[in-house]
């Protein structure tokens, strides 16, 4: 049976592996620091038709209601052009616009050193693609969910620095000539890209697919779009069991623990007892997340 799925070296060997990605260490905010954002936030300046925006930017539209970019722009309509602009809840200090269980003040306190690629406003972009996800159950579920996903995701990426697989020697081998479609893009076009490392060309379509996005024709677009990197983990994350035999989405809100998330993702390589180092990373990873959340872990929480 062919592997679906490649996934990176241990972390605890990125020194050796990782080449050298452009990093910006991205600060946690105080309380102090968050209110003035907010207060910024509120005071946006009007939306001005032509003008050039880039993603983060927030807007005051003619209705009075905020708006920021998801993606640059020239200036397009954000109640016309939504795929460009998402509705920024002034009132709440937009740390939490799309009712995300985790604030933005609590990613950037998971991820104090991730690259800037990985935005907060790419992952709640993403949201909208799956529903279900960290919104499923009780609070203490979704959180844990939340957690769950953003301690795999830590553990795959290095602390969300990594966007790209290293070895740039694999990229040849996800290449699988005997689906029908090939690999328009080319023979070294399907490698590791984003927050679970989505690779070859066979999940680079199914995942489009499921996206409504052609991702077998511009895999790099994986690498290049905050939000389309974050949609891509979701996919994986609410739609695949991997090496498991549950999705990650449904072994949290099932209650069958940390654990079985583990497995789906790496577990031929990890569990059973193949690499307990590596699933202890990820436990502590998801423990500690779930304290910055103010939940409890669960059991089960290994594999």
């Not at 954002?37 to 925006?53: F, I, L, R, S």
């Not at 799956?130 to 795999?152: C, H, I, R």
């Not at 989505?198 to 995942?207: E, G």
Request: glycine share 10%; aromatic share 12%; net charge neutral.
């Amino acid at each position: 049976m062919r592997r679906r799925r490649r996934v990176l070296a241990p972390l605890a060997a990125t020194a050796a592996v990782f080449a050298s990605v452009l990093v910006m260490p991205m600060a946690s905010a105080s309380a102090s620091e968050a209110g003035t954002t907010a207060q910024a936030a509120c005071n946006a300046p009007n939306w001005v038709a032509g003008k050039w925006y880039v993603t983060g930017d927030i807007v005051r539209y003619t209705d009075g209601k905020y708006y920021r970019a998801e993606h640059d722009n020239p200036g397009y309509d954000p109640v016309i052009s939504t795929w460009y602009w998402e509705p920024y809840d002034c009132g709440s200090g937009g740390q939490n616009p799309s009712g995300f269980v985790v604030t933005e003040a609590q990613f950037n306190q998971m991820f104090p050193n991730r690259n800037s690629f990985y935005t907060y406003q790419g992952l709640t972009a993403a949201l909208s693609a799956y529903p279900g996800f960290a919104n499923t159950g009780s609070d203490t579920v979704k959180k844990q969910e939340a957690a769950a996903f953003l301690a795999n995701v830590s553990h795959e990426t290095g602390g969300l620095v990594h966007i790209v697989e290293q070895d740039t020697s694999n990229y040849p081998t996800y290449c699988d000539w005997s689906q029908p479609y090939g690999c328009p893009a080319g023979q070294s076009a399907y490698y590791g890209r984003g927050p679970i490392q989505l690779s070859w060309n066979f999940n680079y379509k199914a995942a489009g697919d499921a996206l409504g996005i052609d991702l077998l024709g511009n895999p790099w677009l994986v690498e290049r779009d905050a939000a389309v990197s974050w949609k891509t983990a979701l996919w994986f994350w609410n739609t695949q069991t991997g090496a498991g035999t549950m999705t990650p989405h449904n072994a949290m809100v099932n209650q069958r623990g940390f654990g079985e998330t583990i497995r789906s993702i790496n577990g031929s390589k990890e569990c059973n007892g193949n690499n307990p180092g590596q699933v202890q990373s990820r436990v502590n990873t998801y423990q500690r997340f779930v304290q910055i959340l103010g939940t409890t872990a669960g059991s089960n929480l290994s594999c």
